[in-house]
T-cell receptor
Framework: NAGVTQTPKFQVLKTGQSMTLQCAQD?????MSWYRQDPGMGLRLIHY???????DQGEVPNGYNVSRSTTEDFPLRLLSAAPSQTSVYFC?????????????FGPGTRLTVT | AQSVTQLDSQVPVFEEAPVELRCNYS??????LFWYVQYPNQGLQLLLK??????LVKGINGFEAEFNKSQTSFHLRKPSVHISDTAEYFC??????????FGTGTRLLVSP
């Protein structure tokens, strides 16, 4: 299993540009999430999904869009990039079973908006 | 809303010394607590988790944590650290539907 994969690893955008961060998992996990990591702030939840076709907002959703058309993929879209979105983005996935609760994280995408 | 506090942003320690990384959480009826480790330029890896049962939880790499309900704490400990333990450590609480709220992280710096 590849686990959780994210592309690209690094990206530089200009203010106002749009882009999509890709996330895929091959573990048949129902739950998938996007977090952003900023210095001194830990990780904060952007959006999450409990299954194909179902998404919801997390703590910091503004400026981001998600969709979940398949179990495997959960792309994150930046509609009009702003310097405040400079961050490291992590995708995570997990089973829905109550006995587990372990989230598996991807390697991250480092985004710089100039 | 549930929250997690990691008071120490950085903990320097010498190799083979013991270490404790502190984590306090806001009180709730059911608490599922986690410690994750992040090595430089990598994603997060689960160290250990508390869901229920024994309050002393053992994890990978010789780490353990104790759930203390009366003090709302979940401190991480290791009796003897190695240089390779240098990393950032995050405490987190599950707030439902497997959504995690993270602390701000503690950077463990192990020197020879």
């Amino acid at each position: 299993n590849a686990g959780v994969t994210q592309t690209p690893k690094f990206q530089v955008l200009k203010t106002g540009q749009s882009m999509t961060l890709q996330c895929a998992q091959d573990m048949n996990h129902e739950y998938m999430s996007w977090y952003r990591q900023d210095p001194g702030m830990g990780l904060r939840l952007i959006h999450y999904s409990v299954g194909a076709g179902i998404t919801d907002q997390g703590e910091v959703p503004n400026g981001y869009n998600v969709s979940r058309s398949t179990t495997e993929d959960f792309p994150l879209r930046l509609l009009s990039a702003a310097p405040s979105q400079t961050s490291v983005y992590f995708c995570a996935s997990s089973y829905s079973g109550l006995e587990n609760y372990e989230q598996y994280f991807g390697p991250g995408t480092r985004l710089t908006v100039t | 809303a549930q929250s997690v506090t990691q008071l120490d942003s950085q903990v320097p320690v010498f190799e083979e010394a013991p270490v404790e990384l502190r984590c306090n959480y806001s009180s709730s009826v059911s608490v599922y607590l986690f410690w994750y480790v992040q090595y430089p330029n990598q994603g997060l890896q689960l160290l250990l988790k508390y869901l229920s049962g024994s309050t002393l939880v053992k994890g990978i790499n010789g780490f353990e944590a104790e759930f203390n309900k009366s003090q709302t704490s979940f401190h991480l400990r290791k009796p003897s650290v190695h240089i390779s333990d240098t990393a950032e450590y995050f405490c987190a609480v599950n707030t439902g539907f497997q959504k995690l709220v993270f602390g701000t992280g503690t950077r463990l710096l192990v020197s020879p």
